[in-house]
């Protein structure tokens, strides 16, 4: 977390004070402040997302990090209880750490993991920091084998003008979006509960051709819903002709909008209506002054389950990023007593 002038300066005259404790409610504005004013900002650590987090069934704890007193970092905890299973602490997007006391900040994010541990059974803490290098205060951490967050995506920079944004796409990108408007293809983007149906009918047939995993209906009721109502995501639909041909979901946290969901009908496939739809939502992020727009999730991988997204949104250009990924730190205590429990019980159903 960078730290103004201003506060460097105060800070610089005191003995630095770490403290670490749970946010109280009305803290929770100045810890979304804190985490959209980031360079890279993610949306999942922020607090109207730790509440769609609970509506889904997750415990979430909030805990800041401060400086003599004033804010300067911290982490959203999640934890999906499991019944005598090894439950796992997450925290994407986080650790959120300060300019100075970096590792001493890590270590009392790590005590405090430890205590929740403790308490709800977990056998690990697993961060996701979008860092390009895994720092030496991360020693301890192992890479972990699975990610929340995509550790590679491709982001297009939005703070050049529109023209110069279009003339730094592939030419087959600004060829298929000026097609797209020539075929007549119109977008519409709403933040009312009665455009998740159309998203999600869209999502799912998708889904389905592309035989991967979808979240369930109920899940977009409650992430649009409670999104919709902090201004934080809406849903973008391209029409040609009166049928609805592609739906994205996007997210906006601090400076990026992330494109989140998406789906598209094969029907219509000349009219490109997925160009249209994405170089408006590109349009309306810069708007409202976002300075990337996030495709969330890229490979250069032509064996890798995103290689055909990947080919596609690469027609817009954009700058390919690779972050640290998910990395587990490991409770031992509490993993040990984990499997002599499990062992017990497996004992005990032999019998």
């Given at each position: 977390m960078k730290i103004n002038n201003a506060n460097k300066n105060k800070l610089a005259k005191e003995e630095l004070k770490l403290t670490i404790r749970e946010l109280n409610k009305a803290e929770y504005d100045d810890w979304d402040k804190l985490v959209k004013n980031l360079p890279y900002s993610c949306f999942m650590q922020t607090s109207t997302w730790a509440d769609f987090k609970e509506i889904e069934g997750y415990k979430s704890f909030r805990y800041g990090l401060f400086v003599n007193n004033t804010l300067l970092g911290g982490c959203i905890y999640y934890l999906?209880?499991?019944a005598q299973k090894a439950n796992l602490l997450i925290a994407p997007g986080a650790?959120?750490?300060?300019?100075?006391?970096?590792?001493?900040?890590?270590?009392?994010?790590?005590?405090?993991?430890?205590?929740?541990?403790?308490?709800?059974?977990?056998?690990a803490l697993r961060i996701e920091p979008l860092w390009p290098v895994k720092p030496d205060y991360l020693k301890n951490f192992v890479r972990a084998p699975a990610d929340l967050l995509p550790a590679e995506t491709l982001l297009i920079d939005l703070r050049p003008e529109i023209s110069q944004i279009l003339a730094a796409m592939k030419p087959k990108g600004r060829y298929n979006i000026r097609l797209s408007q020539r075929y007549g293809v119109t977008t519409?983007?709403?933040?009312?509960?009665?455009?998740?149906?159309?998203?999600y009918n869209?999502?799912?047939?998708?889904?389905?051709?592309?035989?991967?995993?979808?979240?369930?209906?109920?899940?977009?009721?409650?992430?649009?819903?409670?999104l919709f109502a902090s201004n934080m995501a809406e849903i973008g639909l391209a029409y040609w002709q009166g049928e609805i041909l592609a739906a994205i979901l996007v997210v906006y946290c601090g400076n990026v909008a992330t494109y989140l969901y998406g789906g598209r009908s094969l029907a219509h496939p000349?009219?490109?209506?997925?160009?249209?739809?994405?170089w408006e939502a590109m349009q309306r992020a810069k708007l409202r002054g976002c300075q990337f727009y996030d495709f969330y999730g890229f490979t250069h991988d032509a064996n890798h389950s995103y290689a055909k997204f990947s080919q596609f949104k690469s027609q817009f250009g954009g700058t390919h990023i690779t972050t640290i990924g998910a990395h587990d730190y490991f409770f031992y205590d509490q993993l040990a007593d984990t499997l002599i429990s499990l062992f017990q019980n497996l004992a005990g159903g032999n019998r």
């Open positions: 999906y209880p499991h650790p959120i750490l300060p300019d100075i006391l970096q590792a001493k900040s890590l270590e009392f994010l790590l005590n405090k993991a430890e205590e929740l541990a403790q308490k709800l059974g977990a056998i519409e983007f709403s933040r009312n509960s009665q455009t998740i149906p159309l998203f869209l999502f799912w047939e998708t889904v389905q051709r592309q035989r991967f995993f979808g979240e369930p209906y109920g899940f977009f009721i409650n992430l649009c819903q409670t000349k009219v490109m209506a997925n160009y249209s739809l994405h």
